[in-house]
């Protein structure tokens, strides 16, 4: 028989568990809020101003810059943070550095435009800030989902309290059958349709017109 120490032990044992695990969460919870922020309002910013730039100085790049390139940055953040897939990450820092090599490199290229402007060098500054702030939260994002992860394997995720925990292994419990029980209950069913495919002769449950025995047993 299992000691009331031992089961008063496990129990504070896994009560501390969950609230090391609660912490965690909310954690977790509060970055991903934040993140939400930093990811998405720079890209805001970014993109009225780059496209207002680019029809004051007729450059097609930047258009392709702000419509293109930065919903796809926030896509890609929004899988990151909001459905903790660690691959978005890696294909938010290749759109990211791929892009602004692209604005560092084309912009010796390209035409001074309307007012001398030259719109792909300030595109390639602005990216840079850009590139540095979604860039640091992306690796925030990586560890948080390490530890969001590990979170996903333990006991009484995601709200890591006891009366849940509980309240869901009596309802995992109650699903499961006791072997004999389920046995037994093969058994009767089996036994159930045995009986129901047995019938009687029509001429022996047939009675004479007189109340006598079955027409059938006439014969013996």
Same mark, same amino acid.
């Given at each position: 028989? @299992?000691?009331?120490?031992?089961?008063?032990?496990?129990?504070?044992?896994?009560a501390q *568990?969950?609230?090391?695990n609660?912490?965690?969460m +909310?954690?977790?919870?509060?970055?991903? +809020?934040?993140?939400?922020i930093?990811?998405?309002?720079p &890209? &805001?910013?970014? $993109?009225?101003?780059?496209?207002g730039?680019?029809?004051i100085?007729? !450059?097609?790049?930047?258009?392709?810059?702000a419509? $293109?390139?930065?919903?796809?940055?926030a896509?890609?953040?929004?899988? !990151?943070?909001? /459905? #903790? /897939?660690?691959?978005?990450?890696?294909?938010?820092?290749?759109?990211?550095?791929?892009?602004?090599?692209?604005?560092? #490199?084309?912009?010796?290229? *390209?035409?001074?435009?309307?007012?001398?402007?030259? $719109?792909?060098? #300030?595109?390639?500054?602005? /990216?840079l800030?850009?590139?540095?702030?979604?860039?640091?939260?992306?690796?925030?994002?990586?560890? @948080?989902?390490?530890?969001?992860? %590990?979170?996903?394997?333990a =006991?009484?995720?995601?709200?890591?309290?006891?009366?849940?925990?509980?309240?869901?292994?009596? $309802?995992?419990?109650?699903?499961? %059958? =006791?072997?004999?029980?389920? *046995?037994m *209950?093969?058994?009767?069913?089996?036994?159930s =349709?045995?009986?129901?495919?047995?019938?009687?002769? !029509?001429d022996?449950s047939?009675?004479?017109?007189?109340?006598?025995?079955p027409?059938?047993? =006439?014969?013996?």
């Amino acid at each position: 028989m @299992t000691n009331p120490n031992d089961l008063a032990r496990n129990r504070n044992i896994r009560a501390q *568990e969950f609230a090391h695990n609660r912490a965690l969460m +909310n954690k977790c919870t509060k970055r991903y +809020n934040t993140m939400g922020i930093l990811y998405f309002v720079p &890209l &805001l910013i970014y $993109i009225p101003v780059t496209i207002g730039f680019a029809f004051i100085t007729g !450059s097609f790049i930047p258009f392709v810059d702000a419509l $293109i390139v930065c919903p796809l940055l926030a896509f890609l953040a929004w899988r !990151s943070f909001y /459905h #903790k /897939h660690d691959l978005m990450i890696i294909f938010l820092f290749i759109v990211l550095f791929t892009n602004q090599f692209l604005l560092v #490199k084309l912009a010796p290229y *390209e035409d001074a435009g309307f007012f001398k402007f030259r $719109i792909m060098g #300030k595109c390639s500054v602005g /990216h840079l800030i850009i590139l540095l702030i979604i860039g640091s939260v992306a690796v925030l994002n990586f560890i @948080t989902n390490m530890t969001y992860h %590990k979170l996903e394997e333990a =006991d009484g995720f995601p709200q890591f309290n006891e009366r849940f925990f509980d309240q869901e292994m009596d $309802i995992r419990q109650s699903r499961i %059958k =006791d072997p004999f029980q389920a *046995e037994m *209950e093969r058994r009767q069913r089996t036994a159930s =349709d045995s009986m129901a495919d047995i019938s009687l002769p !029509s001429d022996l449950s047939a009675k004479s017109e007189d109340g006598g025995p079955p027409a059938g047993m =006439d014969c013996i």
